[in-house]
């Protein structure tokens, strides 16, 4: 298949830009995100209602398509067909940067197998956020993602990185929180 590689009416390549939105705060998003955004032919997002509300806000209209962790090669097609027609889209999570711990890895592989174009947008990322104001080294780290749900699983989850000498960045959800700080000092020590 051919690549993108014209210009379409907007200005922007035809390619797939994965976007960052902002953690919390609106005053995060950057001037880039917010002119790809603008410029676009479509937005791809893991939920319409997050990213209608933050388009809303920078006064933005724009058509959705749905892309999750269940999307399948049928959604991937119409977005590489899109591609090809010349359309330029955008990529974004409910928050932060695209593929970190987010939908969208498939997507990007997906589309890079087939010569398209995907180009990233930086902005916020939480992990790189967390780290930048937590007080550990921050000269060698290593994003871990989410934490397993089981206590099993935490614990062999754990154990399998109480060698790594570098800062370790985990993500997990307020619910589990506390179990997974009790294993982590179990396994890590305090």
Do not use: W
């Not at 953690?23 to 676009?40: E, P, V, Y």
């Not at 399948?72 to 974004?92: F, H, P, T, W, Y």
């Not at 699983?153 to 800062?167: H, M, Q, R, W």
């Amino acid at each position: 298949m051919q690549e993108f590689l014209n210009e379409n009416q907007t200005g922007l390549l035809p390619a797939l830009y994965v976007v960052a939105t902002p953690i919390g705060n609106l005053g995060d998003i950057t001037l880039r995100a917010i002119n790809i955004l603008k410029q676009c032919d479509f937005v791809v997002c893991e939920d319409s209602r997050i990213t209608a509300k933050l388009l809303s806000n920078l006064e933005i209209k724009k058509p959705f398509i749905i892309y999750n962790d269940h999307s399948d090669n049928k959604v991937r097609e119409k977005i590489l067909n899109l591609g090809l027609q010349g359309k330029s889209l955008a990529l974004v999570s409910d928050a932060g940067t695209p593929l970190i711990s987010d939908p969208g890895y498939k997507l990007v592989a997906f589309l890079l197998e087939h010569n398209c174009r995907v180009l990233s947008v930086p902005g916020a990322c939480s992990a790189i956020a967390a780290l930048s104001v937590s007080g550990i080294a921050s000269d060698r780290f290593m994003f871990v993602g989410f934490i397993p749900s089981t206590l099993q699983a935490k614990e062999n989850f754990f154990k399998d990185l109480v060698n790594f000498e570098t800062s370790l960045i985990f993500f997990e959800t307020s619910n589990r929180l506390i179990a997974s700080l009790e294993v982590m000092l179990k396994v890590f020590g305090n």
